[in-house]
């Protein structure tokens, strides 16, 4: 797949610009219609209308080639575009940094370790497990398209709690499905995926709406260098903790992590509406 990917790398299309900057764009004399002596032209013109009126007289137009320059218009939380150093020094990114690394620890734990819970719970074979994952795949590239249109739909902080809410609950109770049946178990693996595949598409969202696009790849791997810290952190707690709490404790503490990323998520403004916009272009 990797030298799929290599093989589909391309320049950009050529524009067909001349080497002035310039095309020459003619337009036939036959083709122009005769408004000024047809017998089928109107009488006279709406005033309204002037100003679209074309001056068919002039045959030959020099179109300038060249990307279209958009309008100068900035729709991110500061009203314009945050460089990392300007970056690092807000709250929200805090927020973000926070929020994604105790994201993390749930996006950690269920990839790495719901197959050796179902293992230590007799859920079914080694063979069963691995379908669970190959099941749950789709989920999670699914959930980046679904909770990324939810965020472009209302909004990041809408978004997000809706996802660490659902997330806390299936954390909180899946402990328990093993005694409910493998079907039920499979559910809630592909389910957990489903809400843990949305991080990866909100917070380069979240990262775009509130400090701008002009920087946002350096900005977001800033925000991303929290999974360094939860990383860690999530092998450090598992390695230490599960011998002496067990599955038991060590799942409603991940739920605890990602309660803490539903309150982050409150506490997150609405980035992506005009009110939050206004607001903070009023205070400066």
């Known amino acids: 797949m990797q030298v799929v990917g290599c093989l589909l790398i391309s320049n950009p ?31 006279a013109y709406d005033d309204s209308l002037a100003r679209h009126q074309v001056d068919w007289n ?14 100068a218009t900035n729709s991110s939380f500061f009203g314009e575009d945050l460089p ?32 050796a819970f179902g293992q230590s ?25 679904f909770w990324g249109f939810i965020a472009d739909r ?22 328990f499905t093993p005694h409910l049946g493998k079907e039920v178990y499979a559910l809630w693996v592909a389910l957990l995926f489903f809400c843990l595949g949305g991080n ?17 790849g350096p900005n977001y791997g800033l925000v991303f260098s929290s999974q360094v810290v939860s990383g860690v952190l999530g092998a450090s707690l598992t390695s230490n903790l599960i011998c002496k709490i067990g599955y038991g404790g060590l799942i409603p503490l991940c739920a605890g992590f990602q309660f803490l990323g539903v309150v982050l998520a409150l506490l997150y403004p609405q980035t992506n509406t005009k009110a939050a916009t206004q607001s903070v272009q009023q205070e400066r």
């Not at 209302?154 to 402990?175: G, K, Q, W």
């Not at 990866?200 to 946002?216: H, I, N, R």
């Open 154 to 175: 209302y909004s990041y902080r809408t978004a997000m709690f809706s996802m660490t809410c659902i997330c806390t609950v299936l954390l909180s109770t899946f402990y």
């Open 84 to 115: 990392p150093h300007r970056t690092v020094r807000t709250w929200l990114f805090a927020n973000l940094w926070f929020s994604f690394l105790v994201n993390g620890q749930a996006v950690a734990y269920v990839a790495t370790l719901y197959k």
């Open 58 to 71: 002039c045959m030959c137009t020099r179109v300038r080639a060249g990307p279209i320059q958009r309008p």
């Open 200 to 216: 990866f598409s909100l917070f380069p969202f979240a990262t775009a709406s509130t400090f701008g696009d002009k920087y946002v």
């Open 13 to 43: 299309p050529e524009t067909g610009a001349s080497e002035e900057g310039y095309q020459q764009v003619n337009m036939d004399e036959s083709s122009v219609p005769d408004v000024n002596g047809s017998d089928d032209a109107p009488p």
């Open 121 to 145: 719970m007799g859920v079914g074979s080694d063979h069963f497990l691995a379908d669970v994952g190959t099941i749950a795949s789709p989920f999670n590239a699914f959930a980046r398209i």
